[in-house]
């Protein structure tokens, strides 16, 4: 389903549960490509891709599902291209899609993550700050789903690896970011905003390994937070989550500014109701069974 027909899914259901659809979609600013979309068809490692999905657009990327007849699905990250008003940010996209790479491929050899296959071009020019790795076959790790015994076994061990690797993954808390793939296995796919420790001298430097060790115990935080999620309420509430001062200090500082976000996306009329995310005009994929259940 495209953006257009999922809007019009999301206006049908605001009509039918006798809202008035306000919203609207989001200004090019608060867009990753500006006014554009993912291109219809790009090449990956030689071959056309057609696209077939969008998966997500928002500030930092917009995210596309293409396929190929003969090579099969892959995903194709858009990082940020749009300016703000007088000042360029390309540079942001370009460091973004590089960081991700880059760690894509230190983690290759896990089997946990997507595989990363290059650059991507349009119409015969490479885009600098797009990504493309093989797309995986599953959904995102629902609110309190039950998963096979083995899953956050599997996930802890990534985890692991990662660390083992002076890596942290920064972005556990949204459990869209885990994706359970048809076979079973726990997967991550989202490295976007994940941190690499510096090599050789910077890394050694106590700040850098300041920042590493905090963020490493981020994600052990919420790595439990998501498996405590999935666990019976009984069990769930026997097991709590002591939450990390330096996390307990982030929310404090967040918590308002995203209020702020969201009443300022309401005064847009990009978002309805309280500003939650799924009101836009165009709702992630990860978030858009949770909206028709709702």
Known sequence: MDSQSVAQAQHKAHQSHGAKPVVRPRPAMFRALGHNEPPQQVEVQGRIFERIRVFKHDSWAATALYENLD????????????????????????????????????????????????????????????????YIEGHPLGHKEQVGTGFFVELRDLLSLMHVRNLAYVDLHKRENVLVGDDGHPYLIDFQISYASPAGFMGRLPSSRFILSILQKSDDYHYEKLRRKSLPDSEAAAQPVDRPWWIRLHRGVAMPFRQMRRKFFVALKVRSGEGMVHTEHFTEEALRDEVGAA
């Open 71 to 134: 090579y099969g699905k892959v995903i194709c990250k858009f990082n940020r291209r749009q300016s703000i008003g007088p000042i360029p940010m390309r540079w942001l996209g370009w460091l973004l899609a590089r960081n991700e790479s880059r760690i894509l491929n230190r983690l290759k050899d896990s089997g946990r993550v997507p595989l990363i296959l290059g650059p991507v071009k349009i119409y015969g020019k490479v885009h600098s700050n797009a990504i493309a790795r093989k």
